[in-house]
T-cell receptor, first 111, second 116 residues
Framework: QQPVQSPQAVILREGEDAVINCSSS?????VHWYRQKHGEAPVFLMI?????EQKGHEKISASFNEKKQQSSLYLTASQLSYSGTYFC????????????FGTGTRLTIIP | GAVVSQHPSRVICKSGTSVKIECRSL??????MFWYRQFPKQSLMLMAT?????????EQGVEKDKFLINHASLTLSTLTVTSAHPEDSSFYIC????????????FGPGTRLTVL
């Protein structure tokens, strides 16, 4: 079953913060975050492995709550270049296990 | 990072014709590759898992006789859309896991198929 993301869409002014959530009904091994611009392939942002880790860099980070089967992506002091559709992808195992994409969150940053 | 290429990037064809899309892992070997389809304003939906040396595994609702997958080598998988119809128009993307400790999958740039 497809992971559910919230919100579906959000509009921010440049410099504001955003949180995008990803929730799965199944136990997860890893969560992957991608950003996709219109007409392009998804661009990898980061992976979180089970263990409740949080990672990222200064302005884009994420957390993974393995017990709740949820992950959140944090965008701080958003820039115009952050606009796009964000997808989480979940895997239930390692190696050749398939990646299932979430429903997506469309983020629009305005000046 | 690892590189995955796709060819062609765009294709326009007439209804009833077949279209072949290639997916190559350029600097690593991939025993498994994945094929996704994305309709406008929707998420990427997995169509099938391509396995080198064995038959592809199709997701529920995907017609295996219409979407032929061949994993010819450890670096090449092809998706052939047979007897294409306008409803097959979509963005097709392949990906491959590197199998390393990072658990990362690398995506190709995608192929935009338009069936007239």
């Amino acid at each position: 079953q497809q992971p559910v993301q919230s919100p579906q869409a959000v509009i921010l002014r440049e410099g504001e913060d955003a949180v995008i959530n990803c929730s799965s009904s199944k136990a997860l091994y890893s969560v992957h975050w991608y950003r996709q611009k219109h007409g392009e392939a998804p661009v990898f942002l980061m992976i979180l492995l089970k263990g409740g880790e949080q990672k990222g860099h200064e302005k884009i980070s994420a957390s993974f709550n393995e017990k709740k089967q949820q992950s959140s992506l944090y965008l701080t002091a958003s820039q115009l270049s952050y606009s796009g559709t964000y997808f989480c992808g979940t895997r239930r195992g390692f190696g050749n296990e398939k990646l299932t994409f979430g429903t997506g969150t469309r983020l629009t940053i305005i000046p | 990072g690892a590189v995955v290429s796709q060819h062609p990037s765009r294709v326009i064809c007439k209804s009833g014709t077949s279209v072949k899309i290639e997916c190559r892992s350029l600097d690593f070997q991939a025993t498994t590759m994945f094929w996704y389809r994305q309709f406008p304003k929707q998420s990427l939906m997995l169509m099938a898992t391509s396995n080198e040396g064995s038959k592809a595994t199709y997701e529920q609702g995907v017609e295996k006789d219409k979407f032929l997958i061949n994993h010819a080598s450890l670096t090449l998988s092809t998706l052939t859309v047979t007897s294409a119809h306008p409803e097959d128009s979509s963005f097709y993307i392949c990906s491959a896991p590197t199998g390393g400790s990072t658990d990362e999958q690398f995506f190709g740039p995608g192929t935009r198929l338009t069936v007239l």
